[in-house]
């Protein structure tokens, strides 16, 4: 039988065992642009590509601030992901008021995951189109989780998704054994390096790259265009992953 006729709800699997909604919305997230997190003992990085859907239009955001100690970068639906933005926001600010404490990240992950596998077994409803990079630092350490439309969940010293990410995780997979020292700045440079390698097609500018940082003892904040194009104007060597 033809695959269309197992594709119409979250229901149904098809005969090699696969829920096609939940693998139309995973093509969702690789057919964004590339964002990419790396971490280190002391700080988390998050850089994302963006992209103008018009030449008279900005440049959408994809970098999003959670709290101060958390960020993400998305890839995928932006709608999706602003609705997912507000929902971990509500839920930092509640446990701030009823604790008086940050929000442990690796709880609040499992909360945002548990929304999303909710949609994968209603026949009204539809997976999350978008996928989430998520650094945080708590007192457990720093944290990078990447979140799938599927429900699942992943801790990753480095990793990267959207379009193109291949180049991007070759190069962490020769060089994440020397991340683990790095400060803020010098973790910054291997992602843009990294970046440089996925969008090897773009030049990067302060206007289509977002970068967010955060620290033990920084709060997470997004770098200004003119800190941006600092960055970008100290990495101009190509990225080398042999």
């Known amino acids: 039988m033809n695959s269309v006729a197992y ?6 699997f098809d005969p090699k065992g ?21 971490k280190s003992d002391s700080n988390v990085v998050l850089i994302g590509l963006k992209k ?20 993400i970068v998305i890839s995928g639906m932006t709608a999706d992901a602003r609705f997912l933005t507000k929902f971990m926001r509500n839920a930092c600010l509640n446990y701030s008021y009823v604790y008086g404490s940050k929000h442990p990240c690796e709880r609040l992950i499992s909360q945002i995951q548990r929304k999303a596998q909710t949609k994968t077994f209603h026949p009204y409803k539809r997976p999350y189109g978008v996928g989430l990079l998520i650094g945080s630092v708590d007192q457990a350490g720093t944290h ?42 010098a973790l910054i440079a291997q992602g843009i390096k990294a970046m440089r390698g996925s969008a090897a097609e773009t030049e990067l500018t302060e206007h289509n790259i977002s970068i967010g ?28 992953i042999n």
């Open 7 to 12: 594709s119409t709800n979250c229901t149904v």
């Open 18 to 38: 696969k829920i096609l909604q939940i693998d139309y919305a995973k093509e969702a997230v690789k057919q964004g642009s590339t964002s990419i997190g790396l």
């Open 52 to 71: 103008s859907p018009h030449d008279l239009a900005v440049h959408q955001e994809k970098v999003f601030e959670i709290d101060t100690h958390m960020g």
């Open 144 to 185: 990078l989780f990447e979140t799938c439309p599927s429900g699942n969940y992943f801790e990753y010293v480095a990793y990267a998704i959207g379009d193109k990410c291949q180049s991007a995780k070759t190069y962490f997979e020769r060089n994440f054994e020397t991340f683990r020292g790095l400060d803020g700045n």
């Open 213 to 240: 940082v955060l620290g033990r003892d920084q709060p997470f904040r997004t770098l200004s265009k003119d800190e941006v194009r600092q960055v970008l104007a100290g990495g101009e060597e190509p990225m080398q």
